[in-house]
């Protein structure tokens, strides 16, 4: 059975949502896309800034490109305060409950975007209480409340 439905985001023009109650720790729909190079990344203009949305560091070596209409998992927006994860599992990516979701809930994850001098484009209206403004992983949200202290 589909965990996840369609939805029209609060956050963003699509988005998913939970179609069922989910429990924490289940796996909700595969992050799809092909393997492309760091090499790859660098060279193509592609994978400009706007694109770098839907690319996933798998290692050292290659990137996951998840910009493509069948990996429905790039539907789901970025919050400060997500209720999803992406892990791995046999080499795969996984969109993960990281808590218990209530039907109709949208899906989160935390994008995980490094803070560099481009944050500023990355806009965040995830209304999250503790939001701050900006794309920006857990752990370099602090910086941006450093540069500005009153986020509104
Ligand atoms: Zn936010």
Not at 7 to 23: E, P, T, V
Request: contains cysteine; proline residues 2%; glycine residues 6%.
């Amino acid at each position: 059975m589909k965990l996840y439905k369609n939805k029209k985001s609060n956050i963003h023009r699509h988005g998913l949502s939970a179609a069922i109650n989910i429990k924490k720790g289940q796996k909700i729909i595969q992050y799809k896309g092909k393997k492309v190079t760091s090499n790859q990344v660098e060279s193509n203009p592609k994978y400009n800034n706007e694109k770098e949305i839907y690319l996933f560091n798998l290692n050292k070596r290659y990137d996951l490109d998840g910009d493509f209409k069948f990996n429905t998992a790039r539907l789901i927006n970025h919050s400060c305060n997500p209720n999803c994860e992406v892990l791995e599992e046999n080499k795969r990516l996984w969109i993960f409950a990281m808590r218990d979701i209530k039907k109709n809930e949208e899906l989160t994850y935390d994008y995980g975007f490094s803070f560099d001098k481009d944050f500023k484009q990355y806009v965040c209206k995830c209304g999250s209480k503790n939001c701050v403004g900006y794309i920006v992983r857990e752990g370099s949200r602090w910086r941006i409340k450093k540069i500005r202290p009153v986020l509104v």
